[in-house]
């Protein structure tokens, strides 16, 4: 099992640019999420999906989209970037909320 | 709303003493669970724990140990003898039963073991 797979790793965006962070899982996990990670501020949540065609916000959703067509991938859409996107983003699935989530290696994004 | 303050940004040890993570949680839900995550210097998310709030045993895995108390709503992490690979950033995460969210997470306390 590869388990939370992310791409790319890093990358850089010029503001305004727009782009997507791919997600998948390889586990038939239900419950997906994507979080940001900044200095000195933990993890907090942006989009998560309890199933396939089923998403909904997090603490910080603005400037990003997201949707599950199928329960192996939810990829995030940053629709304008702002250097504010700056940050680590980390994907994470989970057999449901309450459950221990498996995290992706996460992707580094500069946004300039 | 759900918080976990963990309030020790950084902890500085010498290899082989015993250190202690703090985690305080507020929740207004009767049935929630919580997590700690390890993220070394690599950056990967690492799982260490879940606790449901109806069990309050400690639990030990090796030179890891949790110490769960509602009555103080703390959820503390000690680590035993360390590790210069102990070295990383640890989380304490709370998720609410009847929540809607995911994880809500600590700001982190960063654990640094010097040889």
């Known amino acids: 099992n590869a388990g939370v797979t992310q791409t790319p790793k890093f990358q850089v965006l010029k503001t305004g640019q727009s782009m997507t962070l791919q997600c998948a899982q390889d586990?038939?996990?239900?419950?997906m999420s994507w979080y940001r990670q900044d200095p000195g501020m933990g993890l907090r949540l942006i989009h998560y999906?309890?199933?396939?065609?089923?998403?909904d916000q997090g603490e910080v959703p603005n400037g990003y989209n997201v949707s599950r067509s199928t329960t192996e991938d939810f990829p995030l859409r940053l629709l304008s970037a702002a250097p504010s996107q700056t940050s680590v983003y980390f994907c994470?699935?989970?057999?449901?909320?309450?459950?221990?989530?498996?995290f992706g290696p996460g992707t580094r994004l500069t946004v300039t | 709303a759900q918080k976990v303050t963990q309030a020790q940004t950084e902890i500085s040890v010498v290899e082989k003493e015993d250190v202690t993570l703090d985690c305080v949680y507020e929740?207004?839900?009767?049935?929630?669970?919580l997590f700690w995550y390890k993220q070394p210097p690599s950056g990967e998310l690492v799982f260490l724990i879940r606790?449901?709030?109806?069990?309050?045993q400690n639990e030990i895995s090796g030179r890891y140990s949790w110490n769960f108390q509602k009555s103080t709503s703390s959820f503390n992490f000690t680590i035993t003898a360390s590790q210069v690979v102990d070295s990383a950033v640890y989380f304490c995460?709370?998720?609410?039963?009847?929540?809607?969210?995911?994880?809500?997470f600590g700001k982190g306390t960063h654990l640094i073991i010097q040889p």
């Open positions: 586990m038939n996990h239900e419950y």
């Open positions: 999906s309890v199933g396939a065609g089923i998403t």
């Open positions: 606790r449901n709030s109806f069990d309050e």
């Open positions: 994470a699935s989970s057999l449901s909320r309450t459950y221990e989530q498996y």
């Open positions: 929740t207004r839900d009767t049935t929630y669970y």
């Open positions: 995460a709370l998720s609410e039963q009847g929540g809607a969210d995911g994880l809500t």
